[in-house]
């Protein structure tokens, strides 16, 4: 059954170890360094230099549509043999958002709102960027419900890291 992994930047490798995943996906700010574990092939890394913002801002950087269409381009090829690890830095807004769209992207024929219910059972925490989710709402042709369910889940609880998570594509 493949699964995403989620997780903060300083639980990266001792995730990976874990679950035995072959594929990560990073996505934290451009100064931020990220030490790719040795399990993971560079080619199986997709690294998105984004802020955590929903609207510019200066000296930050706002996702934009390629920045999700690689994001979707990447975990469309993955060959969900091995699981893969999605993080950012604190493992609550970025990479939550990221997990989502994964699971979006590849359970098309699947609600958006059973989706996001279940990404709210598996995290508390879970606070997904609303900007990365209404531009892959968008990609995806979901016309509006991703962005509708995330909302509907609400706000994740306060916290200064996440706990690591997983979501289940079965």
């Not at 990976?16 to 990073?26: D, F, H, P, Q």
């Not at 989706?115 to 990365?132: G, I, K, V, Y």
Request: proline share 4%; net charge negative; charged share 20%.
């Amino acid at each position: 059954m493949p699964r995403i992994h989620v997780c903060s930047l300083s639980r990266i490798a001792d995730l990976t170890e874990a679950t035995g995943a072959k594929s990560l996906v990073t996505l934290v700010n451009n100064n931020i360094r990220v030490s790719r574990p040795s399990a993971i092939a560079p080619e199986r890394h997709l690294h998105v230099a984004i802020s955590d913002i929903c609207e510019a801002m200066e000296g930050h950087i706002l996702a934009e549509e390629d920045h999700v269409q690689s994001l979707i381009h990447f975990v469309r090829a993955w060959d969900r043999a091995e699981p893969i690890v999605i993080h950012c830095y604190a493992g609550v807004s970025r990479s939550t958002a990221a997990a989502y769209i994964t699971a979006c992207a590849l359970k098309s024929d699947v609600d958006e709102t059973s989706l996001a219910q279940q990404l709210r059972r598996a995290s508390p925490t879970a606070t997904p960027n609303m900007h990365l989710v209404a531009l892959a709402d968008r990609i995806l042709a979901r016309d509006g419900r991703m962005s509708a369910a995330i909302k509907q889940i609400g706000r994740g609880a306060d916290c200064f890291e996440a706990e690591p998570f997983v979501l289940e594509l079965d």
